[in-house]
């Protein structure tokens, strides 16, 4: 089937917007290193709560888990200067209200995966405002030529139209979105 991440992937490449992805699964993966740090810590002092990411909780960790916040800092440099900085390779189209937000926010020694949700809900947004329906689109229209040339299928006859096809995908990626929390 054509409506696969891959698929998608490949077609952000072909508009010169594969940035928008890669930072949504970098995002992704950095939430999920984030919990897991967080659910250690909390579980080898339980009477410490709330415990977050930041620099002051350096005091409430072991070695090993401070060894796994420094990883964690790595990682949202690593971040920043891949996507968030201006120059930066793959400099995101955010606004300068939402860069400089997180920015100041990582420089305070924030490193919480919630610093970068506004980014996330930007680089989503721009996705699904344009590049998603553009994708649809073309799959579609990909479809449909192929159905064209077998007009004695009765699954290609009975095939909804585009938009119905298009609607129910973006229904399912904005739902799969969701439940992941961006």
Request: proline fraction near 5%.
């Amino acid at each position: 089937m054509p409506y696969t991440l891959g698929a998608f992937e490949e077609f952000l490449q072909s508009q010169f917007c594969s940035e928008n992805l890669a930072f949504w699964l970098v995002v992704h993966e950095y939430k999920l290193c984030a919990l897991a740090l967080q659910r250690t810590v909390q579980e080898s002092k339980p009477g410490f709560n709330p415990f977050n990411l930041h620099l002051d909780s350096l005091e409430h960790m072991n070695a090993a888990q401070s060894t796994l916040f420094s990883a964690l800092q790595h990682d949202m440099m690593v971040i920043l200067e891949a996507f968030i900085l201006p120059g930066s390779p793959y400099e995101l189209n955010l606004s300068d209200t939402i860069r400089c937000q997180l920015l100041k926010m990582v420089a305070g020694g924030d490193y919480r995966a919630q610093v970068l949700q506004p980014s996330c809900e930007s680089v989503i947004d721009l996705m699904k405002g344009s590049a998603y329906p553009l994708f649809l689109e073309r799959v579609s229209s990909m479809d449909a030529s192929i159905a064209s040339f077998s007009t004695t299928s009765v699954a290609n006859r009975d095939r909804p139209p585009w938009k119905i096809k298009a609607l129910q995908q973006l229904k399912l990626v904005s739902k799969a979105l969701t439940k992941n929390g961006f």
